[in-house]
C-alpha cells in the first residue's frame, strides 16, 4: 500500500513536572539512553529522518543538542497549552503530509512493528483518526475509549480521567497517547479544540469527538502487549520501565546463546550485543554501544562501556572498561582500567591495576602489574615489568612514549616522554629513562649502589 507521504510527530515539549527535577522528562534515561532516543530509534525504523517531526518546548535547546545527531527536525512550541496546540504549531511544518502519526516522547517500549501496525491499521481502515490503546490490569489514572460498540473499532470519545462519569469508571480500555490522522481532517477540524478542562490546555484527545461528531470515522486498535504504550510520570516508575528494558535485553541476548548469571544483578543496556557463548557474571554493567564477541568471559563487577571485545576475551574481576578496543584472546585484569583510546592487541595482558589511556599494546605484550600506561604505542610481544610509568605530561602538554616489538621493561621503571624504545630493547629495572633507547641494548638509568660497611652499629653506637 503506497501513500504520497506519511510524516511522524513525536510530541516532547512537557516538563514533567512531577518528575521534580530540573532535567528535561524526555532526556531522562532508561536502559541506558534517553526516553526521546528509543522513541526516535523506533521511528527511525519506520520513516526517513525527514519525515520525522520532534516538537520541543521546555528547555527546548538542550532536547534538540542531545538529539541533534539523529537528523531529525525540531518544531519549537514556545508556549506549552497542550498536546492539541503542539499539533497546531506543527501544521506549517507538514504541509503537503497525507497521514499524520503522533507518538509520545516518554513512551520508551514503542516499538517499529507496533508504529507499523498502527499506521497500516489506520491506511487500511480510511480512517480520520486511529487511536492505539491497551488494557492494562489497572486503568485508573489514564484516559478511556468510548467505543461506539462492544468488539467494534468505531470510536466515540476519548474522556480523561478526571472527567469520567461514574458509569465511565469501569471502561478497561486506556489511551495509549499514540494516533494515526488524516492530515486533511485534522487540520480542518483542529482549530475547535478549547480549553474547557481542568489543566485549561488543548487536549488532542478531544480530536477524537470532534471529528466523530463531523461524522469523519475514528477508530481504535488495541495493542497486544498493554505495557509497551505506558509511559512514565515519576522516577519511580520509569525505574520500573528501567528493569523491564534491561531485562527484556538480558533475555534477547540469552536467547542468542549468552550465558547471564543472575541477569536481575546486571545492568545491560538497550543497544549492547553479545555473541554467543559468551559468559557474564552477576554485577556485571554493559553500557552504551558494547559490542562483546563470542567465547568471552566477563566476571562479577566489571564495568563495560561503549568498548569493542573480540572473541575469546577474559575479563577479570573488577575491571573498568571505557571507550576500549580489545583483540581477540587478551586477558584483562582483575581490576585492570581501560580508559578512551585503549587498543589492546590479540592475546595481549593487561593485569592487576593496570591503566592504559590512548595507549596501543600489541599483540602478545604483557602489562601484568601495577603500571600506567598513557599516550604510549607498544609494539608486539613486550613485556612490561611491574611499576612501570610512562611519564607522558610535563604539567601543559602530552608527550607521546613508543616501544617497539620484544621490547623488555623491567619493574618500577620510568619512561619520561617524548621517548622511544627501538625492537628488543631492554631496559634495567628500577630505571629512569630519559633518553632514546637503541635496538637491542640495554639501558640502565639509576644511580650506583654504594653499600657503606657497618654503618648501622656506628649509627646506634653514636645514637646511645
Not at 187 to 211: C, P, R, V, W
Not at 224 to 250: F, K, P, S
Not at 300 to 323: A, E
Amino acid at each position: 500500500m503506497s501513500v504520497q507521504r506519511f510524516a511522524i510527530a513525536i510530541l516532547a515539549a512537557g516538563k514533567g513536572t512531577r518528575l521534580q527535577s530540573k532535567r528535561p522528562k524526555v532526556l531522562h534515561c532508561v536502559a541506558g539512553k534517553p526516553l526521546l532516543q528509543h522513541v526516535i530509534d523506533a521511528a527511525l525504523r519506520v520513516a526517513a529522518p525527514k519525515d520525522i517531526f520532534v516538537i520541543v518546548g521546555h528547555q527546548a535547546q538542550a532536547v534538540e543538542q542531545a538529539m541533534a545527531h539523529t537528523g531529525v527536525h525540531f518544531v519549537l512550541q514556545a508556549e506549552q497549552r497542550g498536546t492539541g496546540h503542539a499539533v497546531q504549531a506543527l501544521a506549517p511544518f507538514v504541509a503537503g503530509v497525507d497521514d499524520l502519526l503522533v507518538l509520545s516522547g516518554d513512551v520508551p517500549l514503542i516499538t517499529s512493528e507496533m508504529i507499523t501496525q498502527v499506521r497500516d491499521f489506520h491506511l487500511a481502515q480510511r480512517a480520520a483518526m486511529t487511536i492505539l490503546t491497551a488494557r492494562p490490569k489497572n486503568p485508573f489514572g489514564y484516559g478511556r475509549v468510548l467505543r461506539a460498540a462492544p468488539g467494534q473499532p468505531e470510536v466515540e470519545a476519548i474522556v480523561e480521567q478526571k472527567a469520567l462519569t461514574p458509569t465511565q469508571q469501569n471502561a478497561p480500555e486506556i489511551n495509549s497517547g499514540i494516533y494515526a490522522f488524516r492530515a486533511a481532517p485534522l487540520f480542518a477540524q483542529i482549530g475547535k479544540l478549547t480549553t474547557s478542562n481542568a489543566h485549561g490546555e488543548y487536549y488532542l484527545t478531544d480530536m477524537a469527538a470532534i471529528l466523530h461528531q463531523a461524522g469523519e470515522r475514528v477508530v481504535a486498535l488495541t495493542a497486544d502487549d498493554a505495557q509497551q504504550v505506558l509511559g512514565a510520570n515519576t522516577i519511580a516508575e520509569m525505574m520500573q520501565l528501567d528493569t523491564t528494558m534491561r531485562m527484556a535485553t538480558a533475555q534477547r541476548l540469552m536467547a542468542q546463546g549468552v550465558t547471564i548469571f543472575r541477569p536481575e544483578t546486571c545492568v545491560i543496556d538497550a543497544d549492547v550485543v553479545v555473541g554467543a557463548d559468551t559468559i557474564v557474571e552477576p554485577f556485571v554493567q554493559l553500557l552504551g554501544h558494547t559490542r562483546i564477541g563470542q567465547d568471552c568471559l566477563v566476571r562479577s563487577y566489571s564495568v563495560v562501556q561503549d568498548c569493542t571485545l573480540g572473541d575469546n576475551v577474559l575479563v577479570r574481576q573488577g575491571c573498568v572498561l571505557d571507550r576500549a578496543v580489545v583483540g581477540d584472546g587478551a586477558l584483562l585484569g582483575p581490576y585492570a582500567h581501560l580508559r578512551p583510546e585503549s587498543r589492546i592487541g590479540k592475546a595481549a595482558h593487561i593485569g592487576n591495576f593496570v591503566e592504559t589511556k590512548n595507549t596501543i599494546v600489541g599483540d602478545g605484550s604483557k602489562a601484568n602489574h601495577l603500571s600506567y600506561l598513557g599516550d604510549a604505542e607498544i609494539g608486539a610481544n613486550c613485556n612490561i615489568g611491574a611499576g612501570v610509568i610512562t611519564c607522558n605530561y610535563d604539567g601543559a602538554r602530552k608527550h607521546p612514549t613508543r616501544i617497539g616489538d620484544g621490547v623488555f621493561v623491567g619493574s618500577d621503571s620510568t619512561l619520561v616522554a617524548p621517548i622511544t624504545l627501538a625492537d628488543g630493547a631492554y631496559v634495567a629495572a628500577g630505571s629512569c629513562i630519559t633518553e632514546d633507547v637503541p635496538a637491542e641494548a640495554l639501558a640502565l638509568g639509576r644511580a650506583r649502589q654504594v653499600n657503606k660497611l657497618q654503618w648501622v652499629r656506628k649509627r646506634r653506637g653514636y645514637s646511645k
